[in-house]
């Protein structure tokens, strides 16, 4: 059987084909949807598809992921997986419930489970509500995010306020009870009429449970965590031979989460940086470019450097008093996809992007439609590898909150791992 998945961004995309390839699938990862007639590379069991949809009126995100779906299904996929954050980000009017709603509707499916649970990187799920290494969500540094700023733990009001679809809650009781239980909790919960169905998860164990409770359902959705209790059909997948690494290093970030400002504190002590200020961009975004360019230009060719425009939460605040939130954002990132390709043009063969909205820009300009899954760097974020003009592009996409302090500094020393031709 080959799972379809839908990722709501690219970095999400990203952590759910990591946590899929440990399991022992042969992973391929699509940026955006493949036009009508292009087919999924052979061999691949699980497909993920990238959007960027996470921020995009409902409407649009619910076309994009029908679309998906629709591909996905030309392509043999015979479950399907809706990937969003751990972090549950969403706007207030979706998009996590719509597109759910959505695709049960195109699944002719009664219900599915809501489980972001993510322990690996301490996203935990107890009586409802979303925990962020121990705090609630809505007492993390979630609660600054520029875009998409979380102020609500409670993921039944959060879903409430996306759907009109019924809520149900399978609370950590039943979940603790195992996988011979869990079912017939579920089942209740669905012959009342819940169709959407948040689940209490603290540990690894339990997301094994949940994903053996849901295993007869044509959509399950979550975090990436719920795919630990996924295997595939086969035999596991032998390790892909990867190039070795060669070329220019880079980083850039467009991400303003608190693991990320503290990743580029530590980045910028020990090598090159550069500052984008979002303001400059807005008076003068060429000559911005063009000084970027120049600057990188002038850096050691056989060290890794950093670009960077992510503001503090003071900083995002004023940037987006100035030009709107949703402006200020992709401003930023239109800067960050003309640097990538730039700089991919003059040699960077080892790019990591931070941000999933950044991410997203980025892989578009550089026109990057597939990408294999290499070595992890850490939970959540693998090396992956892309093919460009015939020669291979190392990327690593990594999500705001995911990493530790000296991800910038370490992720390099993953790659030199890598030594098969
Ligand atoms: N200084 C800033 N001013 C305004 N917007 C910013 C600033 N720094 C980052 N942003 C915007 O915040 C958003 C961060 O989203 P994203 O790239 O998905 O990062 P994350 O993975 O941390 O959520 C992007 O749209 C980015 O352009
Ligand atoms: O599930 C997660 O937390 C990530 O996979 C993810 O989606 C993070 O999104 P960004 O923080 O926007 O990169």
């Given at each position: 059987m080959r799972y379809g998945c839908i990722a709501d961004d690219f970095t999400g995309a990203s952590d759910l084909a990591n946590t899929l390839t440990q399991q022992g699938f042969q992973v391929a990862q699509l940026l955006g949807v493949p036009p009508e007639g292009v087919a999924a590379?052979?061999?691949?069991d699980a497909l993920v598809v990238a959007l960027?949809?996470?921020?995009?009126p409902a409407g649009e995100a619910v076309a994009q992921s029908l679309a998906a779906l629709h591909w996905l299904q030309q392509q043999g996929c015979q479950r399907f997986y809706f990937k969003y954050c751990s972090t549950f980000d969403s706007t207030p009017s979706g998009n996590i419930g719509p597109v759910t709603e959505a695709l049960l509707d195109a699944l002719n499916a009664d219900w599915t489970i809501i489980c972001p649970a993510f322990p690996a990187t301490g996203r935990t799920v107890y009586q409802g509500h979303l925990f962020v290494h121990g705090a609630l969500l809505s007492d993390?540094?979630?609660?600054?995010?520029?875009l998409t700023p979380m102020t609500d733990a409670n993921l039944l009001r959060l879903l409430g306020a996306q759907t009109q679809l019924p809520v149900g809650l399978l609370p950590y009781a039943e979940v603790r009870r195992g996988a011979e239980a869990a079912p017939q909790a579920l089942d209740h919960l669905a012959r009342q009429g819940r169709r959407l169905i948040v689940t209490d998860a603290l540990t690894e164990t339990d997301l094994r449970t949940l994903a053996e409770a849901t295993q007869a359902l044509p959509l399950i959705t979550g975090?990436?965590?719920?795919?630990?209790g996924l295997r595939p059909n086969g035999s596991s997948a032998s390790a892909r031979a990867l190039p070795a690494p060669a070329g220019r290093r880079a980083i850039l970030s467009g991400s303003a989460s608190a693991a990320t400002l503290e990743q580029i504190g530590r980045a910028r002590a020990l090598m090159p940086s550069l500052k984008l200020d979002v303001l400059n961009l807005a008076d003068d975004f060429e000559a911005q470019i063009s000084s970027a360019l120049h600057w990188a230009g002038q850096q050691p060719p056989d060290a890794p450097f950093l670009i960077y425009g992510s503001g503090t939460p003071e900083e995002v605040q004023q940037a987006q008093a100035r030009l709107g939130a949703a402006q200020a954002g992709a401003l930023l990132e239109r800067a960050l996809a003309v640097l990538a390709g730039q700089l991919v043009a003059g040699g960077v063969r080892q790019l990591i992007v931070a941000g999933g909205e950044t991410s997203a820009a980025a892989l578009q300009a550089l026109e990057v439609q597939l990408l294999h899954i290499g070595p992890?760097?850490?939970?959540?974020v693998p090396w992956t590898l892309a093919e460009r003009e015939g020669e291979p592009l190392y990327l690593a996409l990594k999500?705001?909150?995911?990493?530790?302090?000296?991800f910038f500094l370490e992720a390099w020393k993953v790659l030199e791992g890598v030594h098969s031709a």
């Open positions: 590379p052979g061999g691949a960027k949809s996470r921020t995009l993390s540094p979630m609660r600054h995010h520029p975090a990436s965590g719920l795919a630990v992890e760097i850490a939970p959540g999500s705001g909150n995911f990493g530790g302090p000296d």
